[in-house]
């Protein structure tokens, strides 16, 4: 977020406009908490995770005094439109601004997750699959060297995307995520077959139907006491960490779209990137639609896991 946050402040200068940041999202937007940019502001961050200006989940602003409250902060200070980074709660509460104050929202697509409609990627998305990739290359050393299976979960409480990638890109034996239904006795019966293996690693995501990955861990090494069984929860190790190439020119990219279609009149909108071209849709569509798993990713880890 901070390569898209010193993407919009140097476009908004380059475009001759004041630019104010909010510190702790609409939390700050309710107290006031807005703070002056200049070009000095935002150097020396692109390489840097999390986000320079904080962010808080806010009770305050799900209710209408709240949002009331954050539109008179926004008026007194003399703010004309916003630019939100986040996901599906984030453009909620813009379409909520929009509708009840006529404020001009864009969002931005920022969740490790990639769960928004009309972008193929979300910033973080990347290094957070990358993070989990390292960590996993790092426990098949151990696996290998001790013979070892080792059930490794990563954030994705609705959607499997993050253990998709990392388990295909890291080699892993199965993958578990909640868009497929997971029989833990065809797994069993597969890692029969798979004896002849040095080690055997599974990705779970934490929104599997199976459960956490400490009870499936239980449950494995009850149906197989031959084997050491160990588990380990990524977690939020996923949401940190200095953000990919891919990820800062990603930020960079519709961090200045999000200002050229802000002063272009375009209101209420996401700006992603899709089919490797700047992508534009209505906000309520990035919250609404459903976004399914890639089947040919689903192919191709049974393929490679053979």
Request: aromatic share 6%; hydrophobic share 40%.
């Amino acid at each position: 977020m901070n390569a898209c946050i010193r993407a919009v402040v140097r476009a908004g200068l380059q475009k001759g406009v004041e630019v104010y940041g909010i510190m702790n999202g609409y939390e700050g937007m309710i107290k006031g908490e807005f703070k002056k940019m200049d070009s000095r502001s935002v150097g020396n961050i692109i390489h840097r995770g999390g986000t320079i200006l904080k962010s808080a989940r806010s009770k305050a602003f799900m209710t209408p005094e709240g949002r009331a409250q954050a539109y008179a902060q926004l008026q007194q200070n003399g703010i004309d439109g916003v630019i939100a980074i986040g996901g599906d709660g984030t453009f909620k509460g813009a379409m909520k601004m929009t509708e009840e104050f006529g404020v001009p929202f864009v969002g931005l697509p920022g969740t490790i997750d990639n769960d928004l409609f009309g972008t193929d990627f979300t910033i973080g998305y990347d290094t957070a699959v990358q993070t989990a990739v390292e960590a996993i290359d790092k426990v098949r050393d151990t696996a290998t060297s001790h013979g070892r299976l080792f059930f490794i979960e990563v954030m994705g409480r609705d959607v499997g995307f993050i253990a998709l990638a990392s388990g295909i890109a890291g080699g892993a034996e199965d993958i578990f995520i909640p868009e497929t239904q997971t029989d833990l006795q065809v797994v069993s019966e597969k890692l029969k077959k798979s004896a002849h293996k040095e080690s055997y690693i599974i990705v779970v995501s934490e929104g599997d139907d199976a459960g956490n990955v400490r009870d499936i861990s239980d449950r494995f090494r009850q149906m197989h006491p031959e084997y050491d069984v160990k588990f380990l929860v990524l977690g939020h190790l996923l949401r940190g960490g200095s953000p990919t190439a891919n990820d800062r020119i990603l930020a960079s990219r519709i961090g200045i779209a999000a200002v050229n279609a802000l002063l272009n009149g375009q209101h209420n909108i996401m700006i992603g990137w899709q089919h490797n071209r700047l992508s534009v849709i209505p906000l309520q569509n990035a919250v609404k639609h459903h976004i399914e798993v890639n089947k040919e990713l689903l192919e191709m880890l049974q393929i490679l896991s053979y």
